[in-house]
């Protein structure tokens, strides 16, 4: 007779060791995503989001909010501070809601429930950094130059982790695993 256990905790619950080993791997994977851009004609484009969407498909709110939110915190911390808070609440916000939308929209349809959680990511992270652009350097102009740029990163990111959770099969993989 075995027993599985879910990956997922609470505030108050007990985390498993799976689960902080697979959030830890995911945060320091966000950091060191964050940490250089890919050169595009007009600025970076920055994998991180790729993560950020695979974390918010497999883990529960509160991990998607860890490896989201506090990854891109710390990464913008070490390598860039100016947006550090943008991303915390960007990124966190971005995990939160595609890991709601995950659990408990369409649960009979996973995939979709997970593309129109990486939809609401995508918009999440792109207005987010619009208006912290916005407000962090005082100029619309300069949010609205790299709004292009905020728009592929997004894209990749949301397209990409569904192609690792669901094509690739990750997603069931770490089910499996808990």
């Not at 994998?47 to 974390?55: E, H, K, R, Y």
């Not at 990749?156 to 094509?167: H, K, N, R």
Request: with cysteine; glycine share 10%.
């Amino acid at each position: 007779m075995t027993t599985q256990t879910k990956p997922q905790t609470t505030l108050g619950g007990k985390a498993s060791l799976r689960w902080m080993t697979v959030t830890a791997m995911l945060m320091a994977m966000n950091v060191a995503l964050s940490s250089f851009g890919v050169p595009v004609p007009g600025g970076h484009l920055y994998l991180n989001d790729i993560v950020i969407c695979t974390a918010g498909i497999l883990l529960d709110p509160f991990g998607a909010f860890l490896v989201g939110g506090v990854g891109a915190f710390l990464g913008d911390f070490f390598f860039y501070p100016a947006p550090m808070f943008v991303s915390l609440a960007t990124h966190g916000l971005q995990a939160i809601v595609i890991s709601l939308c995950v659990r408990h929209t369409l649960k009979d349809r996973k995939i979709l429930g997970a593309g129109l959680g990486v939809f609401l990511g995508a918009i999440i992270m792109v207005t987010g950094y619009s208006l912290g652009r916005a407000l962090l350097y005082s100029t619309p102009e300069y949010a609205l130059l790299k709004l292009p740029f905020q728009i592929l990163q997004a894209a990749v990111g949301a397209i990409t982790a569904m192609i690792l959770c669901f094509c690739f099969q990750l997603l069931e993989l770490y089910r499996k695993l808990s």
